[in-house]
Structure formats: C-alpha cells, structure tokens
C-alpha cells in the first residue's frame, strides 16, 4: 500500500491496539517522536520498530532533537546538547572553529538518533533572529546575520547526513523577526518583501539543496497579508520554491499549533492546497488523526518524487568513533552548553 501524504504522532511509550489499527489503514508517510514517547532507549526502539512494522516498510521516523529547550531525547539516557545560540558565538570567535562544532554537534546528534530507528531529525534551523521578536525562537537560532546562520546550519545538516540522519531545514521562510509564538496564537510580520529577501529569507537560499523543509505558521504582510507560509500559495510558490529555490520535500508544521485556524481537516487540507507535499499533525489524538488521514492523498507526483529523493539520501552511517568525539566536542563547548572560556597566559 502506498503511503499518504502525511506524518503523525503517537499518544505514549508503546503503539496502542487502536493505532496500530489506524497505522495499518492510514499509511502516513513517517512518526514523529515526543517526549511522551521516551523513556529508554530499548523503549524508544522498540516503539519506532512498532511503527514500522504497523505500516510495512522503514518509514521515515522524525524527531525535534535540536539541543539547549528543544530536545526530546535527553539526560540520564541522552546527551544534554548546547543551544544553537552556543555555536553562533563559537563562530564569532573563530569562525572555523564554530563550524567545526556545528557539525561535530549533528553528528552526535545522528549517532544518538539512528541507533533508535530514529533517521530524521527536524533541525537545522535558519531562522534569523531579529530585536523585538518572541522568545519562542531566541537561543535556537544561530544568529542575527544571514550569511552566518546559513553557514552554521550547514555545518549541522552536514553532521547529520554523516551519520546517516536526514536534516529538515526550518522554518520556511523564516520565523525569526515573529513577535508571538505560533503555538499559541498566528504572528504577523510587516517588514517590507525587500527587508525579508536580504535577511529572513537570504538565509535559506545556501539550503536550497537540502532534502526536508518545514514551513512556517507566519503571515508576511507584504506578500500575503491573509494566510501564513504554511497555507498560502504565494508564499509556497513565490518565495519558498521561487525565491529561496527550495527543492526538498516541504512539510507543514504541526497543523494543531493554535496560529492556524479551522477544523484540523480544513487545516491540513489548506497546506496541501498551498503546496505543501507533506502535513505534519504531532499531538497523537487519534481523532485528529483521522482527520489528518482524511485529507491526506497517496503521495505522487513531484510529491513522491521529492519523498523518494529525500529518503534516498538515508545512507549507513559513516566510521565514527563516538566516545572520542564526545570528548572532543567537550573541549569545544562546556558542558552548560556555553562556549568554553578562553585560558589567559599567566
């Protein structure tokens, strides 16, 4: 059976009788992993084994492992992870340095994920943060400065693909300068389409190549004063595939954050009719669910050309000593998750 166009979550640690039953008939494309999902890595395997299992086939099996706020996986079983903040100000101090942590930091990331059945994780971000926004970004972005945030999110991307974990590149087209937090209500940006192409959106353009993106819940005024990205055909056609170039799968983010208006239904059907390939529903509420298979088609055309060329970057991971990177990457970034100090000669 074909998968449909869409990605869900599980309500806990283990696949209930009922989602198995509705994982069978739905056929989503991929799970996405919470913290109500994680107890122990054994657990955390055997769940993604479930999943898969329950649909047919390796599917893809997504995670919000981003370090600092954002990170699903953590102690005592999981390395606490820095901030993405944390590498912006290595890269301020020695730009080559920052990168090299960046991508030591996916890396370690991936050889975490993957050992779980875990092969997507939904980070880089290339949000560039900007003075009066809402905190709900903050210390995950990596800069200010676009040239600079694009240049860190490679780094990670590229960690993450070594170890043979797929990156998912967000929030399209930028969710750095929104003054609220799309969990909880829709921000509206009224910056000026020239001001957003020579910094929100600039920093997306180097990740064009990528294969997973991830929209935004944002209204950008000056380009669509009604819908956010992740709903609006302008949006999606002039400037995530038309401006930034974005040539990836593009999924939606979570269509039950309270930005987007609508039955759950309307909201998945208005991403698809966007152009989103994918819509990504995250709280586990079967009856959502249902909803979201409801609307979602198999997954064909451009569609499942862009899914079956993003899964096919899925490669074995590759030769890497783990505990020795961890003590390297201790030596570049405290273990708080600040950039170690620099020594004074004495």
Not at 104 to 113: E, N
Not at 239 to 261: E, P, Q, T, W, Y
Request: aromatic share 6%; with cysteine.
């Amino acid at each position: 059976m074909a998968a449909r166009a869409f990605i869900t979550g599980l309500s806990g640690l283990n696949v209930s009788a009922n989602e198995r039953a509705f994982l069978r008939e739905a056929q989503p494309w991929g799970l996405i992993i919470f913290k109500r999902n994680v107890s122990t890595p054994q657990q955390v395997a055997e769940l993604t084994s479930a999943f898969c299992d329950a649909v047919g086939w390796e599917a893809p099996v997504l995670v919000d492992q981003e370090g600092g706020r954002v990170q699903r996986l953590g102690p005592p079983h999981w390395p606490a992870y820095p901030a993405g903040a944390v590498y912006g100000a290595l890269f301020d101090r020695e730009v080559s340095s920052g990168l090299a942590a960046a991508r030591l930091g996916g890396h370690l990331i991936a050889a975490d994920l993957r050992v779980l059945g875990i092969d997507v994780d939904c980070l880089p971000l290339a949000d560039v943060l900007t003075a009066g926004a809402d905190p709900v970004i903050g210390d995950r972005a990596y800069g200010s400065e676009p040239g600079k945030v694009a240049a860190i999110a490679s780094a990670i991307a590229q960690g993450l693909l070594a170890g043979g974990v797929l990156p998912v590149v967000k929030h399209l087209p930028g969710h750095g300068r929104a003054t609220a937090d799309s969990h909880h209500k829709l921000p509206v940006v009224d910056t000026d389409r020239a001001t957003l192409e020579a910094t929100d959106f600039a920093a997306f353009r180097p990740l064009a190549s990528l294969p997973l993106g991830m929209t935004a819940h944002v209204v950008f005024s000056a380009i669509d004063p009604v819908a956010p990205a992740t709903t609006s055909v302008t949006m999606v056609r002039e400037v995530i595939r038309g401006f930034i170039g974005f040539r990836g799968l593009l999924m939606s983010d979570d269509v039950s954050m309270k930005a987007l208006s609508g039955t759950i239904a309307e909201r998945s059907g208005a991403a698809f009719a966007a152009g989103c390939d994918v819509v990504l529903h995250c709280n586990g509420i079967l009856s959502e669910m249902t909803a979201v298979a409801g609307q979602a088609p198999v997954l064909a055309g451009e569609a499942a050309r862009r899914a079956d060329a993003a899964l096919a970057q899925r490669k074995a991971p590759e030769q890497f000593d783990v505990e020795a990177a961890r003590k390297l990457f201790s030596q570049m970034v405290d273990v708080d998750g600040s950039p170690p100090q620099r020594k004074t000669a004495s």
